[in-house]
T-cell receptor, first 114, second 111 residues
Framework: DQQVKQNSPSLSVQEGRISILNCDYT??????FLWYKKYPAEGPTFLIS?????DKNEDGRFTVFLNKSAKHLSLHIVPSQPGDSAVYFC?????????????FGTGTRLTVIP | EPEVTQTPSHQVTQMGQEVILRCVPI?????FYWYRQILGQKVEFLVS????????KSEIFDDQFSVERPDGSNFTLKIRSTKLEDSAMYFC?????????FGEGSRLTVL
């Protein structure tokens, strides 16, 4: 049951350009969304989050956009750096249901080419 | 910076054996979790733990799995009788509110 989907398994971007990672969800009860970054042999590292009451949240080079009507969110990284090369996971949760577990997408492998 | 630590980093076991994976969550966090990632697949929720009891569990978390907080710092995942399909990276996480912080994972290989 894929409640969170990342349809692009991989993305390659030139250093200095913008990276856009996309995520779609199906559960309308989700109201909090997170992006995690994962290097090989390490655990996911929290990057940025957004509540459903917002449509944009920015933290340095990272911006997350949420389109609730389309059930779509995206992570923009600008400018992209070689150190950003990793697998990026979108995750979602529902505070309305009182559940506190996260549902993860399958990840997108970002490669930033120097 | 506080972090979640997990041991062992890698465990190899025979099918049918019991395995205990250990985690030390971030000290002021109240919610604890176990997730797993089978090679090439997504990160999957197993169980969450709050106030010394399981708050949620997934279908994966069947009777072969159990969690415990034996003292004030450790949080363990026990697999009673391992199966080949239990081979995966197991991630412990903890949270204060909404953002989960993950450990580096324990790789379990069942032969």
């Amino acid at each position: 049951d894929q409640q969170v989907k990342q349809n692009s398994p991989s993305l390659s971007v030139q250093e200095g350009r913008i990276s856009i990672l996309n995520c779609d969800y199906t559960n309308s009860m989700f109201d909090y969304f997170l992006w995690y970054k994962k290097y090989p042999a390490e655990g996911p590292t929290f990057l940025i989050s957004i509540s459903s009451i917002k449509d944009k949240n920015e933290d340095g080079r990272f911006t997350v956009f949420l389109n609730k009507s389309a059930k779509h969110l995206s992570l923009h990284i600008v400018p992209s750096q070689p150190g950003d090369s990793a697998v990026y996971f979108c995750a979602a949760r529902s505070d309305q249901t009182g559940a506190n577990n996260l549902f993860f997408g399958t990840g997108t492998r970002l490669t930033v080419i120097p | 910076e506080p972090e979640v630590t997990q041991t062992p980093s890698h465990q190899v076991t025979q099918m049918g054996q019991e395995v205990i994976l250990r985690c030390v969550p971030i000290s002021n966090h109240l919610y604890f979790y176990w997730y797993r990632q089978i090679l090439g697949q997504k990160v999957e929720f197993l169980v969450s733990f709050y106030n010394n009891e399981i708050s949620e569990k997934s279908e994966i978390f069947d009777d072969q799995f159990s969690v415990e907080r034996p003292d004030g710092s450790n949080f363990t995942l026990k697999i009673r009788s391992t199966k080949l399909e239990d081979s995966a990276m197991y991630f412990c996480a903890s949270s204060e509110v909404k953002e989960l912080f993950f450990g580096e994972g324990s790789r379990l290989t069942v032969l």
